[in-house]
């Protein structure tokens, strides 16, 4: 996009955002352009908790549709766009209403945690969410020695990692982060011997053994800013560099292989924010049902952490 032309999509942004009373939020995998236009930037949890406490009247919601949806069911009064109705997460789509009743029947009794990255219907059916940042503390929180976690059964790998109870995994998995693997990350260690690898825990589990470091995208920032280190492997999707590199110009930061892209994440762009705008699209919307049930399993997560 020429520069200028950049700047006219920015300037009609932010002409509309106060028009509309709207805020802008972007997931951390988004591309460079629209975290650079958004009022807050975060992992799922955080801009879960933005969209909470926001009190604008539209959110734009830069990420997937399971993050916008949650976004309408903690905020129902408000209107909610997302600039790409295809962008969806296939890992959350690869568990709905049906398979989720046939596993608890398969399961009788067990609690079940929804990872965020689920449907709404499916947060309506589940005992409590959790994401990324907080899914080892919400399964401590539970007066349960036995959970179901779903559907991400990497992440389910982790928890059981870090805690004494037992986890039953759901068959998900996200195409992205599986994609990174552990020759990948040893190819780039042996490049960069004094990197520290961070890893997300959607990836495989030899992925994640190879990790300094195990964290949810905001996690990673964190941990990339206070470390004394100059150089980090990141095992997750590249957009999480652009807002590193940003933070820390003296720092290098490495993709572990060529493959680490959601295209789902890269369907959102400037152009398509300001149509989302002008236009007032594609406003997520979710029955009435569902937000009540799905909110109750995203409260129950929130006020635990
Ligand atoms: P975070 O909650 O860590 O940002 O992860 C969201 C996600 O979709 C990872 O693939
Ligand atoms: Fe879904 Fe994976 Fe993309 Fe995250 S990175 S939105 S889990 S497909």
Redesign the pocket.
């Known amino acids: 996009m020429a520069a200028t032309t950049e700047q006219q999509i920015t300037d009609s942004i932010n002409s509309l955002r106060r028009e509309r009373k709207a805020v802008i939020l972007a997931?951390?995998y988004q591309n460079g352009e629209v975290q650079d236009i958004a009022d807050f930037t975060g992992?799922?949890?955080e801009l879960s908790r933005k969209a909470a406490a926001t009190d604008a009247d539209v959110i734009v919601f830069c990420g997937v549709h399971f993050m916008a949806e949650t976004a309408k069911i903690l905020s129902p009064q408000k209107t909610v766009l997302l600039p790409d109705p295809h962008a969806g997460?296939p890992m959350a789509n690869m568990v709905d209403l049906a398979r989720l009743r046939e596993f608890k029947a398969q399961h009788p009794g067990l609690p079940v945690v929804a990872y965020v990255?689920t449907t709404a219907e499916v947060k309506a059916e589940s005992d409590i969410c959790c994401?990324?940042?907080n899914a080892v503390k919400v399964v401590e929180a539970i007066d349960a020695d036995e959970i179901i976690c779903l559907p991400d059964k990497s992440l389910a790998g982790y928890i059981a990692s870090q805690t004494k109870k037992r986890i039953v995994p759901y068959p998900g998995y996200?195409p992205?982060?599986h994609r990174i693997l552990s020759q990948d990350v040893m190819r780039a260690k042996k490049e960069h011997p004094t990197a520290k690898v961070l890893a997300?825990p959607?990836c495989t589990s030899d992925v994640v053994e190879l990790a300094d470091v195990v964290a949810?995208?905001?996690g990673m920032i964190r941990w990339v800013a206070g470390s004394a280190g100059q150089e980090f492997i990141l095992c997750t999707?590249r957009g999480i560099i652009h807002k590193m590199q940003k933070d820390n110009p003296g720092k290098k930061f490495y993709n572990p292989c060529g493959l680490n892209i959601?295209p789902n994440m890269k369907k959102i762009t400037l152009e398509k924010v300001l149509w989302s705008l002008e236009d007032m699209v594609h406003e997520v919307t979710v029955p009435d049902d569902i937000i009540s049930r799905a909110q109750r399993a995203i409260e129950g997560m929130l006020a635990i952490v």
């Open positions: 997931h951390n992992d799922s949890l997460c990255n994401t990324s940042a996200c992205t982060h997300h959607e949810s995208t905001s999707e959601c």
